[in-house]
């Protein structure tokens, strides 16, 4: 499925219509190309990790780390491009390693000035590693905005992989965690140890980054990171149900994203966005119309 | 008399040095159980500091502190705190009741999806915590917005679940820094019933942290006078005194009572450490 990699029209077998409007005649053809199946899949992952990161990444306030990792992962993943390692090994090599380095900085202006410097560098230096590369265009195309169409079984499994780790990691740390981001002082209290949790945080956003840049790429990433956590906040005070709905939407923007970009000749970073974007627009305008004036006493 | 009752707090020779400064030096001093007592003092002579100190927050550089009968630690279960200037953002996406639940139960290890619970955790437990969180915003009177976004409340109704979180796993110590400083003065008195009622149906300690002694004064059993690096505990009338905190602060100091039994002090003077913690 090699020449898929790189293949941006995507209109194997699609029966257009005079007008223009598409018919999806056969919606079992989204499962017939291995190639499709693989990016299904990768969505479903993903989804359950950036979603529920995501969510916890939108409570904490920290989305200016989440864009410094994505980033280091550009990165990363054009220095493994040159190297010609997979790409997905060498994003989440540099997302993690960036992480344990953040987790000893702590949240001071100077440190955020140093975090945006690093950011800036990193970019460069991704710059300079897809210039070496061969395949410059190609290569900075899927990076930038994803190649969720060309995901290997490789990519799969190391998605697989990661994508259980971090479950089981939230698993562990979940309540704790959750405490410690909506009431620091009182988390302090009773004995959480809040500045380890910031740290296996920053670690578990790290893995969920570079999931994300194999989907979205690295300018998008926030549309499967922070918009399914920024809607579930508006909707639900229920911390359990938001996590589970940013999970949901998260899921459900990618596949949706996915199969409009099989019918349509257009990329699936687009139909992606526009999902996540139109939903919190309409989220927030329910959300305005529908508070009151003054809550009752 | 009858065999002496252990304090429920005790320091000995506690000295305690933030960022080079000392704070406050070898500074003795008992609670009993089921007290009253209000910590005063001017900014910055580490009245918070007092509180994270029993809390085990902050280690002593000298000396002891005992509390229910064991050297200070973290996450005792024994202590209810209120910390200081506690206020939520309007969109936080949690309710009243996840606060106090997550107060109870936030220290664990696992994940807070009730169903995820329910596979492994015992149902009794899990009914007696929720039982536990029930009941302690009943004692607050928060009942009627506990299930309400928790930064959409007012600043009254915030610090009463902020007083739940504090009960709900059944404190002997409460420990409440500046719990009225964002009230009203309705709001005020009735958190102030409120705690004393508590404090005296429940048999449970008071450390208060206040800015003004007169609201609270009618309730208090004793007042913990910070000052000048040393720690003066005794009723109202033994420690506000223009004597007593003249020779405290080792400046003239005057205490003035109004007709209507508030105390008003004046040549009060700041401390100089800038630090509020």
Redesign the interface.
């Known amino acids: 499925m090699g020449e898929w990699l790189w293949s941006v029209n995507l209109m194997p077998t699609l029966p257009l219509v005079a007008s223009g409007v598409v018919l999806p005649l056969d919606l079992q053809g989204l499962w017939t190309y291995h190639f499709m199946d693989n990016a299904f899949q990768a969505g479903v992952w993903v989804a359950l990790v950036a979603g529920s990161v995501g969510y916890l990444m939108t409570?904490r306030g920290q989305s200016f780390a989440g864009h410094t990792l994505a980033s280091v992962g550009f990165a990363g993943a054009a220095g493994a491009n040159l190297l010609g390692w997979p790409l997905g090994l060498g994003l989440i090599l540099a997302t993690v390693g960036t992480a344990l380095a953040m987790a000893g900085l702590g949240n001071s202006k100077d440190d955020q000035v140093a975090i945006g410097a690093v950011q800036a560098f990193a970019i460069g230096l991704g710059l300079l590693f897809l210039q070496l590369a061969p395949n410059y265009g190609p290569g900075a195309y899927s990076l930038l905005f994803g190649a969720v169409l060309g995901i290997s079984d490789q990519d799969l499994q190391l998605l697989l992989g990661t994508t259980l780790a971090t479950l089981g990691g939230?698993?562990?740390?979940?309540?704790?965690l959750?405490?410690a981001s909506?009431?620091e002082?009182?988390?302090?209290?009773?004995?959480?140890p809040v500045g380890l949790l910031s740290q296996i945080f920053l670690v578990l956003l790290a893995v969920a980054v570079a999931q994300a840049v194999q989907v979205v790429g690295v300018l998008l990433i926030f549309v499967l990171l922070a918009a399914p956590g920024a809607i579930?906040?508006?909707l639900?005070?229920?911390?359990?149900w938001?996590?589970?709905l940013s999970v949901v939407l998260a899921w459900a923007f990618s596949w949706v994203g996915l199969s409009a970009a099989y019918f349509w000749p257009y990329p699936a970073g687009f139909f992606i966005t526009t999902c996540a974007f139109a939903t919190y627009a309409v989220v927030r305008l329910l959300r305005w119309r529908r508070r009151p004036t003054k809550?009752d006493? | 008399m009858g065999a002496e009752v252990p304090p429920v707090i005790q320091l000995q020779q506690a000295t305690v040095r933030r960022g080079g400064a000392t704070l406050w030096r070898e500074v003795n001093l008992k609670i009993q159980p089921g007290e009253f007592v209000a910590v005063l003092g001017p900014n910055g002579v580490g009245k918070s500091t007092l509180l994270k100190v029993i809390l085990g927050l902050i280690p002593l550089s000298q000396g002891s502190v005992q509390v229910l009968g064991s050297p200070a630690r973290v996450g005792h279960p024994g202590i209810g705190y209120l910390p200081q200037r506690c206020t939520f953002p309007p969109d936080l996406p949690i309710r009243g009741q996840d606060l106090v639940g997550l107060s109870l139960e936030g220290n664990r290890w696992g994940v807070p999806i009730p169903f995820i619970r329910r596979l492994w955790c015992r149902g009794g437990q899990l009914k007696r915590e929720q039982a536990w969180v029930r009941e302690a915003i009943e004692r607050v009177g928060a009942g009627a917005y506990a299930s309400r976004r928790v930064g959409e409340l007012s600043g009254g109704e915030q610090q009463r679940l902020l007083m739940a979180q504090a009960l709900v796993t059944k404190p002997q110590i409460l420990l409440l820094d500046e719990p009225f400083d964002s009230l009203d003065l309705a709001n005020q008195q009735a958190m102030v019933a409120l705690v004393r009622e508590l404090s005296t149906a429940s048999q449970i300690t008071v450390l208060l942290v206040v800015h003004d002694l007169n609201p609270v004064l009618p309730y208090l059993d004793r007042v913990l006078y910070l000052a000048q690096g040393q720690a003066l505990l005794g009723s109202p009338q033994e420690v506000i005194t223009s004597e007593t905190l003249s020779r405290l602060y080792g400046a003239p100091i005057d205490v003035l009572r109004t007709r209507d039994g508030r105390v008003v002090v004046v040549g009060q003077p700041d401390a100089y450490s800038s630090s509020s913690r």
């Open positions: 409570l939230l698993g562990t740390v979940g309540r704790p959750l405490f909506l009431a002082d009182l988390a302090v209290a009773r004995g959480v579930a906040v508006q639900t005070s229920r911390p359990a938001g996590l589970l809550p006493p």
